[in-house]
């Protein structure tokens, strides 16, 4: 029986060893020429934060053209009536957005605006999935507690 186990033993210690060898280097003749691959953007992994933002608040900073407004609803709703000025950031697709736009919300931080995000109302979760998102490229965010519900109700102009 002992003599079993030290087989065992062997062949579990031949594997792990061969699992940790470097690997065989290849040589550019070995493999078809690819394309170069597409780098992801950086990402800063959640140095943005991520705060609530009241109508009052969002109402006073979009009448001063101190606040760049994404709307995270999908676009046919924000088709159907938005934020005036709002630019369109549905959830999905919003990564690649963001990085597309990096210069303009850079430029937008830089003449101290203030980013805000908001979806249909307070149970909506695009807009805080978006302002993750930002969050993630370093990026602070507010989002708009009462949504897109809450500013029609309030008499708000919608565009």
């Known amino acids: 029986m002992t003599r079993y186990w030290l087989t065992v033993f062997a062949a579990f210690f031949a594997v792990a060893l061969m699992g940790c060898a470097s690997p065989r280097k290849v040589d550019s003749t070995d493999k078809a020429e690819t394309p170069p691959e597409k780098r992801a953007p950086v990402r800063l992994n959640g140095r943005g934060k991520i705060t609530s933002i009241s109508l009052t608040d969002l109402f006073t900073l979009q009448q001063s053209d101190q606040a760049i ?91």
Do not use: M
């Not at 159907?80 to 919300?105: T, Y």
């Open 69 to 159: 407004i994404f709307d995270a609803r999908p676009r046919f709703f924000y088709n159907l009536g938005h934020i005036p000025g709002a630019i369109s950031l549905p959830k999905d697709g919003s990564e690649a957005f963001i990085h597309e736009r990096g210069d303009e919300i850079k430029a937008a931080l830089a003449a101290k605006k203030t980013i805000v995000v908001y979806c249909t109302n307070f149970t909506c979760p695009d807009a805080r999935t978006v302002a993750i998102h930002l969050s993630s490229f370093g990026y602070s965010s507010s989002t708009l507690a009462d949504g897109w519900d809450g500013w029609k109700d309030a008499g708000l102009p919608t565009e």
